[in-house]
């Protein structure tokens, strides 16, 4: 079955960069799908931060598209997530998720904390 | 950005009784080419990813239990659980991919009273 899998670490110092990483497995990443990212924080909820077609097509959440950069890696089966210039405010557990019919698979998150 | 508020922000059901919770935008997600409306409903159990229970606001997803039932169109719909289980103890989010930013609601928690 289709599976995702984030990974990265889980503390990140302020002003600093997350990077995270969403192995797919069990479908290709060529099919006709979104490969996507949501947050979640007690704070703010569910928050979608942006998507990518395997074409390298992305769409980013307005609100955070200035720090955003979301790439794909078909041979790797793989997409990351890159936010910069982190504050406490991006501290939450970040999901990778298939777009396909709606947010159809998710993976089991990935906590992070923006802390010195 | 299209707004997403449920109500309410939490739900107290008797085993077996029905649950409903709303979800309102603030503007209509209904699609002029395909007559379909863009709304979502995710189930999240404590310290789990959210699980997709709906799409195209009344379609069960695939191995979801008929008791969880989606309805309405435009800018008003709801998630239905015709008869609570135990395991139905969650919080419920509805979502609309209509126009990006897909935005999520709030939540309803659903607990047993």
């Known amino acids: 079955q289709v599976r995702l899998q984030e990974s990265g670490p889980g503390l990140v110092k302020p002003s600093g960069t997350l990077s995270l990483t969403c192995v797919v497995s069990g479908v290709s990443m060529s099919s006709s799908n979104w490969w996507s990212w949501v947050r979640q924080s007690p704070g703010k909820g569910l928050e979608w931060i942006g998507e990518?077609?395997?074409?390298?097509?992305?769409k980013y959440n307005p609100s955070l598209k200035s720090r955003v950069t979301i790439s794909v890696e078909k041979s790797k089966s793989q997409y990351s997530l890159h936010l910069r210039s982190v504050t406490a405010a991006d501290s939450a557990v970040y999901y990778c998720?298939?777009?396909?019919?709606?947010?159809?698979?998710w993976g089991i998150g990935n906590a992070v904390t923006v802390s010195s | 950005d299209i707004v997403m508020t449920q109500s309410p922000d939490s739900l107290t059901v008797s085993l077996g009784e029905r649950a409903t919770i709303n979800c309102r935008t603030n503007q209509s997600v209904l699609s002029d080419s395909n007559y379909q409306n863009y709304i979502a409903w995710y189930q999240q159990k404590p310290l789990q990813s959210p699980k997709l229970l709906i799409y195209?606001?009344?379609t069960r997803e695939s191995g979801v239990p008929d008791r969880f039932s989606g309805s309405g169109s435009g800018t008003d719909f709801t998630l239905t659980i015709l008869s609570l289980q135990a395991e139905d103890v969650a919080i419920y989010y509805c979502?609309?991919?209509?126009?990006?930013?897909?935005?999520f609601g709030q939540g309803t928690k659903v607990e047993i009273k």
């Open positions: 979502q609309q991919y209509f126009s990006s930013p897909w935005t």
């Open positions: 195209w606001a009344s």
């Open positions: 990518i077609f395997h074409s390298g097509v992305t």
């Open positions: 998720a298939r777009r396909g019919k709606a947010l159809d698979v």
